[in-house]
């Protein structure tokens, strides 16, 4: 067997399923279904979500078996529930080390509190 495709290879839209058939009883059913969700995945994204769910949704252990960073995993899954309609999660601004360092010693000298050292490390929930 071939693995699935989910978007027609010419245009990049979406394909339809039109017949079924069982490997075992060689019943054939025809009609025209939809993909679904997995329709709007490409196979990458859904080897992604595969080995994802083999490891019961934690992100480290899936990218360790990709032999990816955990970065590009988390960027993955972001494409994914972006693909899938979900929120787009905003990437953090980057802070240099040094600013980082200057925000947890002013949040550990009480200048500022958590909620503050959140947001000003680019980490605060943009609502």
């Known amino acids: 067997m071939y693995p699935l495709i989910t978007r027609d290879p010419v245009t990049g839209g979406e394909l339809v399923v039109t017949r079924l058939m069982s490997p075992q009883s060689g019943i054939v059913i025809e009609g025209t279904f939809t993909l ?3 329709g709007k995945l490409t196979p990458e994204q859904l ?3 595969g080995v ?3 490891h019961r949704g934690n992100v480290q252990r899936a990218a360790a078996e990709l032999g990816i960073a955990y970065n590009t995993a988390r960027n993955r899954l ?5 693909a899938l309609g979900g929120p787009v999660e ?3 601004p980057r802070v240099s080390p040094p600013e980082r360092r200057e925000i947890l010693n002013r949040l550990a000298a009480g200048e500022i ?3 503050e050292a959140m947001r000003l490390l680019g980490y605060s929930r943009g609502e």
């Not at 972001?78 to 972006?82: G, M, N, V």
């Open 52 to 54: 994802l769910l083999r």
């Open 78 to 82: 972001e494409e994914i529930a972006s």
């Open 90 to 92: 905003p990437a953090p």
């Open 113 to 115: 509190d958590y909620e």
């Open 47 to 49: 080897e992604f979500v």
């Open 36 to 38: 679904g969700w997995i």
